[in-house]
């Protein structure tokens, strides 16, 4: 038995809200179908598959510390007009490369500070 595919990030949030609004608005993610589940939350879409699962924290939730860096998405078109999109909303980000594969990250925290990068297949400005 193996694993098959990536399925979901689960990303516990008290500002479920603005997450949404950064997930759809910056990322281009969209809001869809959820199962009636007995508390608040959002599942966001990316061509038809829910990579991000948001659930409302009002503190009943217990869980240890997460130990995970970052989360990555791959871009589409092209880096410029992003980078454009996160400084007209003043989302700070950084550039960074992946040494000889002629990919650049664009590293930005969501409103929660989670890490996230959106990797473009274009060499570093």
């Not at 990579?51 to 130990?67: I, K, N, T």
């Not at 995970?68 to 960074?96: C, N, Q, T, Y």
């Amino acid at each position: 038995m193996s694993v098959a595919a990536f399925d979901h990030v689960n990303i516990r949030t008290g500002r479920l809200e603005e997450m949404v609004a950064f997930y759809t608005e910056v990322l281009g993610l969209a809001v869809g179908d959820r199962p009636p589940f007995g508390f608040a939350g959002a599942w966001l879409y990316l061509d038809g598959q829910a990579v991000v699962h948001l659930v409302q924290d009002r503190g009943r939730m217990e869980a240890p510390e997460p130990r995970i860096e970052h989360v990555a998405f791959r871009g589409a078109g092209r880096m410029k007009p992003f980078l454009e999109r996160l400084s007209s909303r003043g989302i700070d980000w950084r550039l960074g490369e992946v040494p000889g594969w002629g990919i650049t990250q664009v590293n930005i925290h969501d409103p929660d500070g989670n890490h996230l990068h959106v990797d473009f297949q274009e060499p570093m400005p």
